[in-house]
């Protein structure tokens, strides 16, 4: 479902191309279409569908450019996306290439680590999620690492490496841009400490949470989610884990931190419900959730029913999800920018407990509108159990929700986008 229609104005127009036309864009994309035709689910995706629909809006022709097996035109959501064959290590070069030939003058780049040197091109934008190569190197996580096929010591050795080409990327990226968008202020630090000079060109444009306006239809549920939901509602309070699921997103030490939970908790007060995407596949899926579930260790029995996983949600599941729960946990490990899951928990006005982790603290303040921990279990715990044992703090926290909610909005965003295209001249 498309936020604003009627704002938005998707152009199937003839004006696209007349004079009244403001100018053709591409947007270079290392993900955007899934294999199934239709927009992934994923916070990076809905930022570049955003920011498609802004620039559509304003008589701008917007083309996405996706690396493909084939060469195919879609049309998505009003937005046209092109997919091109090309070499996996030239594929960011072709793309723009291919935008060229297009009639593109101005490349938006979805992440700084592809953006490439383009001639002939009015400006180019890198847009910067976060940075991703902040994670802590623990033995006990050794198979979710890069080189984790490499013994321990040495594997610490080449991600030393990996941080440091990868950090020279981001700069480079940024270097290469007439200007950064970046989604929280942690490109922003990094800049003023590695790049002074090229600190002038860094834009902050937070996210804002398209639930709000999104009315919901009397639409059931698929099966599996219905049987979760009902589940997890034969409780007091259900804990809501509104993200795809990764090593970096903290999936990994959830049963770690129920465990923890249930000490202070009883375990029949509670559950935690994860919404979002498991594994690739389904087999992988079910494995992974049973390691989750702590299946057949009798460490974890007393839990393993605290956990619920009710897959990806469409949009309108999605905002059902975040009404229905006490409280929202983003137990982040590592690579966080602005986590549009948070955002999207305080446009609903609900406390958020998340890691100190990224940009996470440029949406949460402690005490305020949520809790902020340590990235360990036991902290994770500890300030979700504050949360629930203490009713009129977490008011507290959801009034300071609805506040500052205030500071993500529609307008917001889009009068920091078209400040972008003014003093770019496009």
Not at 6 to 34: Q, Y
Request: with cysteine.
């Amino acid at each position: 479902m498309l936020h604003k229609q009627s704002v938005w104005r998707l152009k199937e127009r003839p004006e696209l191309n007349s004079a009244r036309n403001r100018g053709s864009v591409a947007i270079i994309a290392r993900s955007f279409l899934g294999a199934n035709g239709l927009i992934k689910r994923g916070g990076a995706e809905r930022v570049l569908l955003w920011i498609a629909q802004f620039l559509l809006s304003t008589d701008r022709r917007v083309v996405v450019f996706q690396r493909g097996i084939n060469d195919d035109v879609y049309h998505v959501n009003g937005i046209e996306v092109r997919t091109v064959a090309c070499r996996k290590h030239q594929w960011s070069r072709s793309l723009s290439n291919k935008a060229l030939e297009n009639g593109a003058k101005v490349l938006i780049f979805q992440d700084l680590s592809i953006v490439v040197r383009v001639a002939q091109v009015q400006s180019i934008i890198g847009l910067n999620h976060g940075v991703y190569w902040d994670y802590p190197v623990l033995r006990n996580l050794k198979t979710w690492y890069p080189f984790h096929f490499l013994p321990y010591p040495l594997m610490k050795i080449f991600i030393t490496l990996w941080r440091r080409f990868a950090k020279h990327r981001e700069l480079r990226g940024v270097a290469i841009s007439d200007l950064t968008v970046a989604f929280d202020t942690g490109l922003l630090r990094l800049i003023q400490s590695d790049a002074p000079n090229d600190r002038d060109k860094i834009r902050v444009v937070t996210p804002y949470s398209d639930l709000v306006d999104l009315s919901l239809r009397d639409a059931t549920h698929t099966e599996p989610s219905q049987d979760s939901t009902e589940l997890a509602k034969n409780c007091e309070w259900t804990i809501l884990v509104p993200r795809n699921q990764s090593l970096s997103s903290g999936l990994f030490w959830l049963k770690d931190v129920a465990l923890e939970l249930v000490s202070q908790v009883p375990a029949t007060d509670w559950k935690i419900v994860v919404a979002g995407k498991i594994g690739q596949t389904e087999d992988s899926t079910e494995s992974l959730i049973e390691s989750l579930k702590g299946s057949g260790l009798a460490k974890y029995s007393e839990i393993s029913g605290n956990l619920y996983f009710l897959g990806s949600l469409d949009r309108e599941e999605l905002k059902r999800a975040y009404l229905d729960a006490t409280v929202v946990l983003i137990p982040t490990f590592a690579y966080e920018g602005a986590c549009l899951s948070a955002v999207e928990a305080i446009s609903m006005s609900k406390a958020v407990v998340a890691t100190n982790v990224g940009g996470l603290n440029d949406t949460i303040t402690n005490d305020w509108n949520g809790v902020l921990c340590n990235p360990n279990p036991k902290s994770i715990a500890n300030g979700v159990a504050k949360v629930l044992l203490n009713s009129q703090y977490r008011m507290e926290l959801e009034e300071g929700a609805r506040e500052s909610s205030r500071l993500y909005t529609f307008d917001n965003w889009t009068s920091r986008w078209a400040s972008i295209c003014e003093e770019l001249g496009f």
